[in-house]
């Protein structure tokens, strides 16, 4: 079976868990051509899987002018039907304004090119990460070639601007849409006629258990935190809860892998604080890093407000680390409070503190907590498993109708 993945950005140190099933899916004999809209810096790619990554995957941009019209050419006059029929979703599927109705036309353009790449290699399938712009040129380029297409939700910004998006007629017209979660799930049912839900299914996103080393902890001190240094992270909360946890814990200290735009901001923030001796920017690492930061971490900390259900998360948990998160959208599905970890209001440094400051005095409970996690990320948050629940679909011949929400591995 010949799959296309398709997403803007790929390969990116931010989706390590798309690596994972590409690689998991590839195992498991499919022939998977991926697929970015824009091609990443190579140098900024943090593995030599990461770059072997980069190498096979073909950029749609940039794309010269004679490709361009070579490959809407064909388009036309290999189907003029069907190549109006996508004009016309094209037109149907943009919003209002000037700005708006000009990217559509550049994702009609880049739809074009991916059709006649799809066509060339003989693709079975079309399946596209994430619901915003490359999914609007997944649909279009279906719509042109003729090659079904799927895509996976995420979330959660998706879920603010769904209108924008029109993520009712991807909905519509994909042959089967992957929810990270119960939540997305959701989520996308609101958006879509009832007769469409059951091809909303459940495929978690998932980490490899066995690259990530049980954690031994430290003294009860340390802190970890990984991901974008953004808004959405919470990290202001986390750094203001801090002088509470050190005076709780002295000598507590809290490691921030990532980077991002606000960083800047933070770091002025820790000094303000005086959190100078007890907080560490580390920039973003590679893969491996984390792992090896993870085995000597006490509590893996994420205060953020917004979610899908992060793979950061279940790095944590898969690694033996209790984790202290927020209350928010699939978070639950994957954290147990007070089973796996300790789940606080987002935006309530006071809770924040007092979570964090009773896991670090208590080894036993983290050692138990960190026991719990691992089995519930080896049970349903598996790479491999949730890639063969990805091949059910990719195979069945009616994935809507023949097969449960929540697909079974093989």
């Not at 931010?14 to 690596?19: P, S, Y």
């Not at 990443?40 to 190498?55: F, I, K, N, V």
Request: hydrophobic share 40%; proline share 7%.
């Amino acid at each position: 079976m010949r799959v296309a993945y398709l997403t803007s950005f790929y390969p990116r140190v931010t989706d390590v868990w798309l690596q994972r099933e590409v690689r998991a899916l590839r195992a498991r004999g499919v022939d998977l051509h991926t697929f970015t809209v824009r091609s990443t810096d190579p140098a900024g790619l943090l593995s030599d899987a990461q770059r072997d990554e980069h190498a096979r995957t073909t950029a749609i941009l940039p794309s010269s002018p004679i490709t361009i019209v070579r490959a809407h050419a064909a388009a036309v006059t290999r189907g003029p039907g069907r190549y109006l029929r996508a004009v016309r979703l094209a037109l149907a599927t943009r919003t209002p304004g000037l700005a708006t109705s000009l990217k559509q036309v550049a994702y009609f353009v880049e739809a074009g090119v991916l059709a006649a790449e799809l066509r060339r290699r003989r693709i079975d399938h079309l399946h596209n990460h994430l619901s915003d712009a490359s999914c609007t040129v997944a649909m279009l380029a279906s719509e042109l070639s003729g090659v079904p297409f799927s895509f996976t939700m995420h979330g959660p910004s998706i879920f603010y601007e769904p209108e924008k998006w029109r993520i009712d007629e991807k909905l519509r017209r994909a042959r089967y849409v992957a929810c990270i979660s119960w939540f997305c799930r959701s989520q996308a049912a609101a958006w879509v006629e009832p007769e469409h839900w059951e091809k909303l299914k459940i495929v978690h996103c998932g980490v490899d258990v066995d690259e990530l080393r049980p954690s031994h902890g430290s003294d009860g001190t340390q802190l970890l935190f990984v991901g974008r240094l953004t808004g959405f992270k919470g990290l202001p909360v986390l750094l203001d809860a801090m002088p509470s946890i050190v005076e709780r814990r002295p000598g507590t200290r809290l490691v921030l892998v990532g980077d991002g735009p606000d960083r800047e901001a933070l770091e002025a923030q820790v000094r303000r604080l005086g959190l100078g001796d007890s907080v560490e920017f580390a920039g973003s690492r590679s893969p491996a890093d984390v792992a090896a930061l993870l085995a000597a971490t006490d509590v893996f900390v994420l205060p953020s407000f917004a979610e899908g259900v992060p793979t950061v998360l279940m790095e944590a948990l898969g690694a033996e680390v209790p984790v202290v998160t927020t209350r928010i959208a699939g978070v639950s599905e994957l954290v147990e409070d007070g089973v796996s970890g300790l789940l606080v209001p987002p935006s309530d440094p006071s809770a924040l503190a007092d979570a964090v400051s009773s896991l670090l005095g208590d080894p036993e409970r983290r050692r138990e907590m960190g026991a719990n996690g691992r089995r519930v990320v080896l049970e349903q948050f598996d790479a491999a498993v949730e890639a063969s629940r990805h091949l059910t679909l990719l195979h069945a011949d009616d994935p809507v109708t023949g097969t449960p929400v929540r697909p079974p591995s093989r």
